[in-house]
């Protein structure tokens, strides 16, 4: 049994201390994704985001809003309510709320006070995603929204999906920058063993992690190698790009070909998959997903066998990283973690996450993103 | 979006800290339904009240008897034990307790150690309900049991229901002080329209707070206008009486009649329902109902009817404040509450209940209703 | 009513200090019982022992072998991972480690970091059952197990079982301690009514406690009478001999025969009930059961029918220690025990298991083990 040194351990958890993990508070002014766009009608849906109890709509207009989720009045949750035109109308004792979050009428009495109202929460609605800016208002610029115009381009096509994740979302982003798992987590679906030891190049820039591994040669597994038709040729490329671009968004890009044909010859394929993380509790995220690829767009065969054999590997995900989140919950003072060169993509992801989380608490906050904004 | 200004923030705030909430330690000297009659027999039964762990039975003689549910030498559960006779068997190592909660005999040795004995607590049973006094033994005062003679009368016509509530007492007592929600929580079975812009009354007394809403004219909901044969009738009254009697017992009382008939001319009708709050853990509580009319009082078809429609009713609230409470449980930093003149006698009841509190557990405590006693 | 006064409990509040309860650290310089071996092979098997997390395997050669179930990287649970060889490898990342606990390959680089590896556990295997120590591996001293021969004799006959017990393993203990419950908790399957009043004979060394109670003449339940022929017989002996041995273990022995008879005339009928008590948690504990007969070996009919029997008294324990558990959960600061004279093997055991987590804990820590050892 060779158990870490005191020294290696003391040096591990001090480097650990520098990263969030799950007890990290939230980061609050970023674009979290609150609600695929068709989950959103006329009927009142809530949801936890980051903690915050909200309730989404739309109005007569289409237009989708998101609003605190408590009456002003005595807390009575609002999706418990119903719309009457654009305004809702609490379940509990009729106060009413506009679109814009303002009080607007008490029942039993004339005159309704001023000044009260909730919470509205600015959102954007972009293709088939809301995305929600729960921090600062003042802060939300959609500039810095993660916009991913594949997802609506005519020339891709795409599929989406939905896990409740009974984990933390910085243990998914991590699980995101380090896809040498998928030799071991996914060795069933869409992992090949070449994958956890082929080269890498790292590009870490702030705020912007980027890791490219090239598998070349390799045999590709079902989902790619069948619908590329690439499925039994032994030259096959896979050329990955996993990128870190806010800490609601990691986007997953894959080129595939023949690398037995020269670039002028071969055909490319390209698929990315957004991995959209919205945290709900501590413990617990909504993990939306789409992806796309730029090939056999009107194959409907093809795109449902695609879908299911990667959501079977999404899945093992959400199934491993849930258990992990148990043991992460129960950990003790002799608890360390060691890293490794692999690591760094997602240790630079961590560390950049804690940042965030300690400025928006800090009591002379200047984000940089506000200096930006 | 309008926020209420800090200003208003910090005085709603403040408000709200002289008013009970779900934090508010219970008030243990008063009388509280502990169960109905018909649930104490032969058999042990346990139940939780105001955080107490009590057992229930009769002796042979027929008089209901409240013990401790804990055995004085492990602390068994004496409800899963048995009866034998009078007296209770632990069904760990068989101590013996009398009905006083005395301690007469340990099967393992000759000897029963003196002086010991478990928390016998006072009970008094009058018609269909069994009162228990779980504070200071010695302040139990009969005749502060808020009786309600109607319940025996003669004249009067019964049915009883409980629910386990998921919420606190305070919640429940808030709730049943202001009754504009019967326009909204309970549109579609026994509110209308009108009822929270009705005019209403006050009669705020110390410990006894009183609102009658009179909603004239009005058409009844069938519960109302199918049993009085106002049905349709648009000129009806409803005369509602809405009274905080204790920490345990709120009354409703109703008095129907077609307002277009002179006092002489035409009949009324009454209903009372007593709505008996008994706190189990901060978090839920024993609900128990008893409703009664002075009409059609052997039409069992018509009363069914009644009961059907009234408990749909009551289980709008259980699902209501049950959500509620949810909430209440999650608020942070952030919470406050707005009120508005109808609460009134709602707050009034809240700022009895967390004075009762404190005064008890005032280490110079000198209750009023001691000093009374 | 009678309750105890503030002296008494002050009294056995301060004796009640002295004594082990649910909130008493484990013992880990000890044998515990990890496993049935029947139950640990090729697969990685997860258990938790003292709140540790164990993952529990065989090696080709059939060793067994318990690691901690938690990779040194990421935390991942080593029990959702695979076996390669006698190696496992980490279902995350694919961390590769020898059957010591060292860390031998990192796919996605050349060079294994060195100095890295998880926690081993000594583990012994003794017939049915594999023992564990989960504390100071320096401490380990086999000679120290509590090894019960007669589990492995030819001339017994042993059944085995298990319960996942929802209760802290000292109240089963000072249950095992005190038999006079048989008269009660087990009045419907193992106990008679003389049982709690039988005399009884202590011998209580440090760390060894026996009590020996001879229930003489008495007639026997089914369980023994049916399968030793005394059926019937109402001058019937039981002679039982319950010892605490170790904190993982306690074994009840007992002698039937016909006390009409000389010793060279009657036959003694002898059984071993060996209580193997594993914590799990603090509210949780593993209870493995071994129990043999030196009489009717070869009785398969005998050996179900007892067992079944048997089992059922013991689902008695389980469930009754398992509602004592959740009251003992919910004590307040009025909770008291009052102890009785039957109570002195039992509390010895409680004083001795405070002792010894109090003496692991300490800055000073000269365990008297250690000192022997």
Chains 1, 2, 3 share one sequence.
């Not at 309704?112 to 995603?129: A, D, S, T, W």
């Not at 929600?132 to 096509?157: N, Y």
């Not at 690398?259 to 993380?277: D, F, K, N, V």
């Not at 767009?297 to 990283?321: K, S, Y």
Request: charged share 20%; glycine share 8%.
């Amino acid at each position: 049994m060779t158990l870490p040194s005191e020294h290696l351990i003391a040096s591990s958890r001090k480097a650990s201390g520098q990263m969030a993990d799950r007890d990290t508070p939230f980061i609050f002014n970023e674009w979290y994704v609150a609600a695929f766009s068709s989950e959103v009608g006329r009927e009142l849906k809530p949801r936890t985001l980051l903690g915050k109890h909200v309730v989404l709509y739309r109005t007569l207009a289409g237009e989708a809003v998101a609003l605190e989720d408590r009456c002003a009045h005595r807390s009575f949750p609002l999706s418990r309510s119903h719309l009457d035109g654009d305004t809702i109308v609490c379940g509990y004792h009729g106060f009413r709320y506009n679109e814009a979050g303002d009080l607007i009428d008490v029942p039993s009495q004339k005159a309704c006070p001023k000044g009260i109202g909730v919470r509205r929460y600015r959102l954007v609605e972009k293709g088939p995603l809301l995305w929600i800016w729960l921090g600062d208002q003042a802060l939300a610029d959609e500039a810095r929204l993660p916009h991913q115009p594949w997802i609506e381009a005519a020339d891709w096509e795409c599929s989406t999906g939905y896990f409740h994740h009974p984990g933390n979302y910085v243990s998914m982003h991590e699980n995101l920058m380090d896809l040498t798992h998928l030799t071991f987590l996914h060795a069933a679906t869409i992992g090949t063993p070449d994958y956890a030891s082929a080269p890498f190049k790292l590009d870490l820039k702030e705020g912007h992690y980027k890791l490219i591994r090239e598998v070349v040669p390799t045999t590709l597994s079902p989902v790619w190698g069948k619908t590329t038709g690439l499925d039994g040729c032994n030259t096959a490329a896979r050329i990955v790009t996993s990128e870190f671009l806010s800490p609601g968004l990691h986007r997953v890009s894959v080129t595939f070909y023949d690398s037995a044909l020269s670039p002028g010859q071969r055909s490319e394929y390209h698929i990315h998959t957004a991995h959209i993380l919205t945290p709900e509790t501590a413990g617990t995220m909504h993990y939306f997903i789409v992806h796309g690829r730029d090939f056999a767009q009107h194959d409907t065969q093809l795109g449902d066998f695609m879908h299911e054999q990667l959501f079977a590997a999404f899945n093992e995900d959400v199934e491993g990283l849930g258990a992990l989140e148990q043991r992460l919950g129960d950990i003790d003072d002799g608890h360390y973690e060691i890293s490794v060169a692999s690591d760094a993509p997602a240790v630079a992801t961590r560390i950049y996450l804690k940042k965030r989380a300690t400025q928006e608490r800090s009591p002379l906050h200047a984000s940089p993103l506000a200096a930006k904004a």
